[in-house]
């Protein structure tokens, strides 16, 4: 896209370079034909340029909207799995007091 921009703008300051250069006027005319459409080219790169650097920003938001969305993801499953590891540990530990149990009464 950023390309394809700046192909019609070289193009347009050829065609209306050329334009202005090939036309049979006098050198002030001529010079203030220049100066307009130097003026009209700023600001047309301008313009593009401010869309071009939109969509830039609206893509890092999204992508940073989206790592966000992740995280959340991640954190909850992280959640789950910690909850499950506890869990076990916890039927572990169990097991292992009912053994002690049973070594205190013997002893």
Not at 15 to 24: D, H, I, R, Y
Not at 84 to 100: D, G, P, V
């Amino acid at each position: 896209m950023i390309q394809y921009k700046g192909a019609l703008v070289l193009g347009a300051l050829i065609g209306a370079t050329a334009g202005v250069l090939l036309a049979p006027d006098k050198g002030s005319v001529t010079r203030d034909h220049l100066k307009k459409e130097g003026r009209e080219i700023k600001d047309k790169l301008v313009d593009d340029f401010t869309e071009v650097k939109d969509d830039l920003s609206k893509a890092a938001k999204s992508g940073k909207d989206k790592f966000k969305e992740d995280m959340k993801d991640f954190a909850s499953k992280a959640s789950y799995k910690t909850e499950e590891a506890i869990t076990f540990l916890e039927k572990q530990l169990a097991i292992l007091k009912e053994k002690n149990k049973t070594l205190q009464q013997t002893s």
